[in-house]
């Protein structure tokens, strides 16, 4: 079945380390998307990019990098810079061009800093 | 800016009876708006969307949305809700370069 794997499901980081989420499809979308879910805050765009070797920041950007050699994989990474980190990282992907029919999501990476 | 604004952060309901969330948008182009669910545990999945035509949208699960392009708004409707219709609801719009852009989400709980 086509989808979106995002991996792990759970993560545990020091204060001080750099992490980086998985995040792969197998839906030949162009364009990949990374959030990230608060609560009471909805979802904030972090980064995306919408082809190969491009990206661009989102909304919340700082603290956080990301890199697109592949169109199937967009990994993103918790810096040491993010100043709160803890929180449920969403990648989603869609096509770029045409009718847009919406996001397909993962489901999710929960990031705990201890 | 671009924005979505909802109403509600918290519903509750007993199972039969009708739900209404609200959703207003701020967006100066061409709208595509779309509401997602979020159950328990699970992926978010697309419930409905919006591209143009009728502005009486249905969709999965006995869903239904209204685009009131005067009022800015893609309120989400459901004339008896279930237990099962427990989960999170975001509102979306499609911003520039294909971006969506989403409300802060609505929680509903639904007892038996």
């Known amino acids: 079945d086509g989808g979106i794997t995002q991996s792990p499901k759970y993560l545990f980081r020091k204060e001080g380390q750099n992490v980086t989420l998985s995040c792969e499809q197998n839906?030949?979308?162009?364009?990949m998307y990374w959030y990230r879910q608060d609560p009471g805050q909805g979802l904030r765009l972090i980064y995306y990019?919408?082809?190969?070797?491009?990206?661009q920041k989102g909304d919340i950007a700082e603290g956080y990098s990301v890199s697109r050699e592949k169109k199937e994989s967009f990994p993103l990474t918790v810096t040491s810079a993010q100043k709160n980190p803890t929180a449920f990282y969403l990648c989603?992907?869609?096509?770029?061009?045409?009718?847009?029919?919406?996001?397909?999501f993962g489901s999710g990476t929960r990031l705990t800093v201890v | 800016a671009q924005s979505v604004s909802q109403h509600n952060h918290h519903v509750i309901l007993s199972e039969a009876a009708s739900l209404e969330l609200g959703c207003n948008y701020s967006?100066?182009?061409?709208?595509?708006l779309f509401w997602y669910v979020q159950y328990p545990g699970q992926h978010l999945q697309l419930l409905l969307k919006?591209?143009?035509?009728?502005?009486l949208v249905k969709g999965i699960k006995g869903f239904e949305a209204e685009f009131i392009k005067s009022k800015f708004s893609f309120n989400l409707r459901k004339p008896s809700v279930q237990w099962s219709d427990t989960a999170e609801y975001f509102c979306?719009?499609?911003?520039?370069?294909?971006?969506?852009?989403f409300g802060a989400g609505t929680r509903l709980a639904v007892h038996p």
């Open positions: 839906l030949n979308h162009d364009a």
């Open positions: 967006y100066g182009g061409t709208v595509n």
């Open positions: 989603a992907s869609s096509i770029d061009i045409g009718p847009h029919y919406g996001y397909t």
């Open positions: 919006y591209f143009s035509g009728d502005p």
């Open positions: 979306a719009v499609l911003g520039g370069y294909n971006k969506l852009i």
């Open positions: 990019s919408q082809i190969v070797n491009d990206f």
